[in-house]
T-cell receptor, first 115, second 111 residues
Framework: GAVVSQHPSWVICKSGTSVKIECRSL??????MFWYRQFPKQSLMLMAT?????????EQGVEKDKFLINHASLTLSTLTVTSAHPEDSSFYIC???????????FGPGTRLTVL | GQSLEQPSEVTAVEGAIVQMNCTYQ??????LSWYQQHDGGAPTFLSY????GLEETGRFSSFLSRSDSYGYLLLQELQMKDSASYFC????????????FGTGTLLAVQP
């Protein structure tokens, strides 16, 4: 099956710094990837749709200048959390669609802790 | 607005059958998916319904009624490893594979 990886799996940073998270599709090409955020014991909230070679589409309420998304190739999308604050601490998960798009394949997630 | 409601918690015993419901209200609907997520892990795909009726995959079955905006996931022969969160997700029409997730049901399987 399709495999999606994320790096790093966890990161701790100081308030005010920026953190980059990578999402890679390992055995298929993904023109579209998705970024989600999940707080403890809550659901996955779609943040943005990452489109290869074009600008990302952000969901309502998500600050595009704070959460920078770059999808420079068919196998890599990056999410940069700029000027991170403790309230940005969360589990960030990416996904990529497969085939006829009945399924999405999820990465293992990145746990971000901002001190 | 959009909403997908699921019961927050369900408890069942090993070997039993459990049904987890999902009611949705979305602008545009293409299909309903189900995902399993163990604590701290990534969601994994279980099942997908685009048409009314029952889809069966091993111990897992999923049902959809588009007219009622309702679906459910049925797990048979419960095992301890089935303890996890289960999310329904709507694939919206007109959007490229975009999923909106439900509130999730935490299933606890007891011996």
């Amino acid at each position: 099956g399709a495999v999606v990886s994320q790096h790093p799996s966890w990161v701790i940073c100081k308030s005010g710094t920026s953190v980059k998270i990578e999402c890679r599709s390992l055995d298929f090409q993904a023109t579209t990837m998705f970024w989600y955020r999940q707080f403890p014991k809550q659901s996955l909230m779609l943040m943005a749709t990452s489109n290869e070679g074009s600008k990302a589409t952000y969901e309502q309420g998500v600050e595009k200048d704070k959460f920078l998304i770059n999808h420079a190739s068919l196998t890599l999308s990056t999410l940069t959390v700029t000027s991170a604050h403790p309230e940005d601490s969360s589990f960030y998960i990416c996904s990529a669609g497969g085939g006829l798009a009945d399924t999405q394949y999820f990465g293992p997630g990145t746990r971000l802790t901002v001190l | 607005g959009q909403s997908l409601e699921q019961p927050s918690e369900v408890t069942a015993v090993e070997g039993a059958i459990v049904q987890m419901n999902c009611t949705y209200q979305t602008s545009g609907f293409y299909g309903l998916s189900w995902y399993q997520q163990h604590d701290g892990g990534a969601p994994t795909f279980l099942s997908y319904n685009a048409l009314d009726g029952l889809e069966e995959t091993g111990r897992f079955s999923s049902f959809l009624s588009r007219s009622d905006s309702y679906g459910y996931l049925l797990l048979q022969e419960l095992q301890m490893k089935d303890s996890a969160s289960y999310f329904c997700a709507v694939k919206r029409s007109g959007a490229t594979n975009k999923l909106i997730f439900g509130t999730g049901t935490l299933l606890a399987v007891q011996p």
